[in-house]
């Protein structure tokens, strides 16, 4: 009886014309090999299951849920600035988890980062680099198309003038 329990039965389909015996073989191997992977990934999803993987873990912009379930202690920041999304550049750069939030109580909106306690020196260098963009794109603000229209106006004014005084200059043309 245990013999009968033990013996297993393979069926291999192979289409061909003249089936040789190397053809024959080859089959044979290629279906062992595939049988032997998928014992392979038998045993690999048991293990993991003996082990009691944890719930998948979340990375970067979350909810404030997902953060909580990552049983950490969290901290905040309070952010004034509606363009929140170059901040959340920075903090995909620096691998941060985080959760926005918004303060509509107060007549300018305000914005709170809640992140992890334990990323707190990575949080700020990210923070520094953000606010760090901010102020560099305030100075690096071109002039507006109207102010350069004004300035272009102005200089062909001087222009037109000395054409003129070099003309009164001249005298009359005869």
Do not use: W
């Not at 053809?23 to 044979?28: H, R």
């Not at 007549?107 to 700020?124: G, N, Q």
Request: with cysteine; proline share 2%.
């Amino acid at each position: 009886m245990q013999d009968e329990v033990n013996e297993k039965t393979v069926t291999l389909c192979i289409n061909g014309g003249k089936i040789t015996a190397r053809i024959l073989k080859n089959a044979m191997a290629k279906a062992l090999a595939k049988m032997d992977q998928e014992k392979r990934k038998g045993q690999q999803k048991t293990a993991e299951k003996k082990q009691g993987k944890e719930e998948a873990v979340y990375h970067g912009k979350q909810s404030m849920e997902k953060l909580m379930k990552q049983n950490c202690q969290l901290s905040n920041i309070e952010v004034t600035d509606g363009n929140i999304k170059s901040f959340e550049k920075c903090a995909r750069k620096y691998n941060i988890d985080f959760c926005l939030k918004k303060d509509t109580s107060v007549s300018p909106a305000r914005y709170f980062v809640f992140f992890k306690a334990k990323d707190v020196d990575v949080m700020t260098a990210a923070f520094k680099e953000y606010s760090g963009k901010l102020l560099t794109k305030d100075k690096d603000k071109k002039p507006s198309i109207r102010r350069k229209l004004q300035l272009a106006k102005e200089r062909m004014a001087k222009h037109r003038e000395r054409e003129k005084t070099k003309q009164k200059e001249r005298g009359p043309e005869h």
